[in-house]
């Protein structure tokens, strides 16, 4: 079946840092790929997608690039702020034994510090 | 426009027990799934209805169990609840099926069950 892999957490950055959350499919066919972002107490908002090969997601200084042959979707970010400090969770929505499914990875906690 | 809308926020049972969460839709949204969180198996989805109908539905026993009305409000019961039970559930809506349409979720309801 499908599955989503993410880096685990937590990730600690200084703000201003670098940011790359990895994360890695398998899926049979061509899935549409998300990020998520959970902050506390919160319910989970979509941050960016990508629906082709290619295809290059941003929202808020985020971005994702959909690559095939390495069958990744990695979520960077060039300048980490404190409030960015939330769980992200990588996603990928496709056929799955018969039935439509959106399959998310387990998230990574990111804590940006002041 | 409102956002997705999940009440009760907080809800104790007792195992054995049955509870109902209920789910408005932002308005238009045709779509509502149902997925439980959990520090262990993280983010599972439990199904999905449109248009009244269930499209999808996870891997769960039938002691889970929901429904649409014709408004597109969702409810979802659980029956002779266990520990294990405890959970967020969060619901989330689309404007179209869930496989290729973006889910906007709500703040979830945190069932415990002691």
């Known amino acids: 079946g499908n599955s989503v892999t993410q880096m685990e957490g937590p990730v600690t950055l200084s703000e201003e840092a670098f940011l790359t959350i990895n994360c890695t499919y398998t899926?049979?066919?061509?899935?549409?790929l998300f990020w998520y972002v959970q902050y506390p107490g919160e319910g989970l908002q979509l941050l960016l997608k990508a629906t082709k090969a290619d295809d290059k997601g941003s929202n808020k200084g985020f971005e994702a690039t959909y690559r095939k042959e390495t069958t990744s979707f990695h979520l960077e970010k060039g300048s980490v702020q404190v409030s960015d400090s939330a769980v992200y969770f990588c996603?990928?929505?496709?056929?799955?034994?018969?039935?439509?499914?959106?399959?998310f990875g387990s998230g990574t906690r990111l804590q940006v510090q002041p | 426009k409102a956002g997705v809308t999940q009440t009760p926020r907080y809800l104790i049972k007792t195992r054995g027990q049955q509870v109902t969460l209920s789910c408005s839709p932002i308005s238009g949204h045709r779509s509502v799934s149902w997925y439980q969180q959990t520090p262990g198996q993280g983010l599972q989805f439990l199904f999905e209805y449109f248009s009244e109908t269930q499209r999808n539905k996870g891997n769960f026993p039938g002691r889970f169990s929901g429904r649409q009305f014709s408004n597109s409000r969702s409810e979802m019961n659980v029956s002779t609840l266990e520990l294990g039970d405890s959970a967020l559930y969060l619901c989330a809506s689309s404007s179209g099926p869930a496989l290729h349409s973006p889910l906007h979720f709500g703040n979830g309801t945190r069932l415990t069950v002691t």
């Open positions: 899926a049979t066919g061509y899935p549409s």
């Open positions: 996603a990928l929505s496709e056929w799955d034994t018969g039935r439509r499914a959106l399959t």
